[in-house]
């Protein structure tokens, strides 16, 4: 009924689970997340909470809790949820993943690596989903002093992005915040290619250009784009 996205009908058999179990952590979490998706956060908040206090240890509660506190701008208990999942099951992906992004948007790059890298063992590598696990890591990497990782692993991810052209830009993106501007170059020049004559590709790449003194080209570049 909840995946049919018929939540007023969820809702309402969620109630009935809870009366019927009012001491069953996970009708409450499921309530919580069926609250969640129809917009009312302020009780499913309530829900999750109760859900974690019945069983400490329920990590679809303690994770939907967390996502819910980085929705509504409460990161720093994000992270400590998160780590709490994650010291009851250190494989758990989404725990992992989430809290790599939360190190990465504070740029703690170095603590956002073994996480990123947990993740990526454990999916294998081949999904879409994977693959953005792959381009975060290759974020995490070349803002962590691990250039040569960064660029081995962005290689490997340009093969496998083939025409995407927004997979491509990101990577290219991370590599040249992080510096990395000759590599950052190559791949905005093969974005530009894929989708020709775009302000943001040509703009970033005659940024790349003008860091690894090709000036001639930058100035051509950076006119076109203007």
Do not use: C, W
Not at 15 to 33: F, I, Y
Not at 76 to 89: H, L, S, T
Not at 158 to 166: C, H, K, L
């Amino acid at each position: 009924m909840l995946k049919q996205g018929r939540l007023e009908d969820a809702e309402r058999e969620a109630r009935n689970a809870v009366a019927a179990k009012p001491r069953n952590a996970e009708v409450h979490a499921l309530l919580g997340v069926i609250l969640d998706q129809r917009g009312n956060q302020v009780d499913a908040e309530k829900e999750l909470r109760l859900a974690v206090q019945l069983d400490p240890t329920s990590q679809g509660a303690l994770t939907n809790l967390a996502v819910l506190l980085i929705r509504t701008k409460r990161p720093d208990e994000a992270v400590d949820i998160f780590k709490r999942v994650i010291r009851i099951n250190p494989d758990h992906t989404q725990a992992n993943y989430n809290l790599a992004l939360l190190h990465l948007n504070r740029k703690e790059y170095k603590a956002a690596v073994p996480l990123l890298e947990r993740v990526v063992k454990a999916s294998g590598g081949n999904t879409l989903a994977d693959i953005e696990y792959l381009v975060a890591l290759v974020d995490a990497y070349a803002h962590a002093e691990r250039q040569d990782d960064a660029i081995s692993l962005a290689a490997g991810l340009e093969q496998r992005a083939g025409n995407e052209t927004r997979i491509l830009f990101t990577i290219a993106l991370a590599l040249a915040d992080a510096g990395i501007y000759q590599r950052a170059a190559e791949l905005f020049r093969r974005t530009n290619e894929l989708r020709p004559n775009t302000y943001e590709v040509l703009y970033n790449l005659g940024i790349a250009l003008l860091s690894t003194a090709q000036l001639d080209e930058a100035q051509r570049v950076l006119r076109d784009a203007a």
